[in-house]
């Protein structure tokens, strides 16, 4: 078996989970078979003394298919 790992950056307004959910259902659009999930950093953007902004670096691994495409 042969396995990806690739990087990601979710955005949210609301969460660190939002986040994370976000990158992961946009890549599962066109990978599939995602199935870890690590997050590597987390940072907020801040205005006036808020954070208004989660931004949040995953690392995803996918079985890599033996099936060719064409």
Do not use: P, Y
Not at 2 to 18: D, Q, R, Y
Not at 33 to 41: L, R
Not at 48 to 63: D, H, I, L, S, Y
């Amino acid at each position: 078996m042969v396995e990806k790992t690739i990087e990601l950056t979710g955005i949210s307004a609301n969460s660190i989970e939002e986040g994370v959910q976000l990158a992961i259902a946009r890549a599962g659009v066109t990978i599939k078979g995602i199935h870890t999930a690590h997050v590597e950093d987390v940072t907020a953007a801040v205005e006036a003394n808020k954070v208004v902004r989660w931004k949040v670096k995953v690392k995803v691994t996918f079985q890599v298919k033996d099936e060719l495409h064409e």
